[in-house]
């Protein structure tokens, strides 16, 4: 059999497995999602911003009127480029846009990993990308651009994620994509970021991790910097983003190896289920819980899994393999 045959075989079987679980997640999704009244999650916000924007509004105000309103509990905290990439879900219904978001995010993670070895998808059990998916956030579609640098336009919609993974992975598709989707954002929603820079002013759940204790440690990753991997995980340390699970999806492109990777998982459980103790949930508070709530889980999250994520980083030597299973296919482009 050819190389070029085999290459092939190998492609169908990537792309067959990510689309089965993709429209398996999608599946659950729209089951869990049935009336009469599911849970808010985080896609709710974007949802009501890429319905606003599909109706004409400004994003921003359609989030805010739904606080007024009781729905929603806090202010849009993303930037214009989110809800724009979304518009084309704002049209749909919630429940089915919300199905074909998760699915095709964990469908597209999927085959990212995939490529680099099936034995990866495991990951997809991890306990960041189960939170991520199934609270609706970004991080399943951002992780998969270090792979497929045609979707690195994603990075506009969640800055803060994006520039650690072009760090990690510089793309010339995700700068190009990028700076459209700003150029068009600018366009649709003029004078957004002024919108965008008040209300995110004074959130300070979105703190860089070398502000919390110990989290200067990461920045130990910059020893290995010529290691995509290790300048994503510095650059996590310096940008200040929330540190929920769900922003830690991004790390599960640091295991290399089966063990590293069951590692990642098991700690990442075991991080899980000390957070979700009853005794470590504070009573709700929609502005002041994240704080606290982080603040609180912050050693939990460096102990069981950054700090075992640097530990991967710093045990391989300084070049990267031309065979490493965390650059992009092409390398940059």
């Not at 990308?129 to 609270?135: G, K, N, R």
């Not at 949930?281 to 460096?302: E, G, H």
Request: charged fraction near 10%; charge should be positive.
């Amino acid at each position: 059999m050819s190389d070029d045959s085999t290459a092939r075989d190998a492609f169908g079987q990537q792309l067959i497995t990510a689309v089965a679980i993709g429209l398996v997640v999608a599946f659950l999704v729209w089951v869990g999602e049935a009336p009469p009244s599911p849970p808010r999650t985080d896609w709710d916000y974007f949802w009501v911003a890429a319905r606003a924007l599909v109706h004409g509004q400004d994003p921003y105000g359609g989030v805010a009127a739904e606080v007024a309103a009781g729905r929603l509990d806090v202010p849009l905290y993303y930037p214009a480029t989110a809800p724009l990439i979304l518009a084309p879900l704002g049209a749909l219904s919630r429940r089915l846009a919300f199905a074909l978001w998760a699915g095709g995010g964990i469908g597209l993670l999927a085959f990212a990993l995939a490529k680099q070895g099936m034995w990866r998808l495991w990951g997809l059990l991890s306990a960041p990308v189960l939170v991520a998916t199934f609270q609706g956030q970004w991080s399943t579609w951002l992780t998969a651009g270090a792979v497929l640098p045609w979707l690195g336009f994603v990075w506009a919609a969640k800055p803060s994620i994006g520039l650690a993974l072009f760090a990690g992975w510089p793309s010339r598709s995700a700068a190009i994509g990028g700076a459209l989707v700003v150029l068009l954002s600018l366009i649709v929603v003029p004078g957004w970021v002024g919108e965008w820079l008040e209300v995110i002013r004074g959130t300070p759940h979105y703190l860089a991790p070398i502000l919390r204790p110990g989290g200067f440690l990461l920045l130990l990753a910059f020893l290995r910097w010529r290691r995509p991997e290790a300048r994503m995980l510095g650059a996590l340390a310096l940008i200040p983003h929330t540190t929920n699970p769900y922003d830690m999806v991004p790390l599960l492109l640091i295991p290399q190896s089966r063990l590293e990777l069951a590692a990642f998982m098991g700690l990442g459980y075991i991080a899980q289920a000390l957070i979700k103790a009853p005794a470590r949930v504070p009573p709700y508070d929609p502005l002041d819980l994240p704080v606290r709530w982080l603040a609180m889980n912050w050693m939990t999250f460096l102990l069981l899994v950054y700090l075992p994520c640097l530990l991967m980083v710093l045990r391989r030597p300084q070049g990267k393999p031309a065979s490493s299973p965390t650059e992009s296919p092409g390398g940059t482009q």
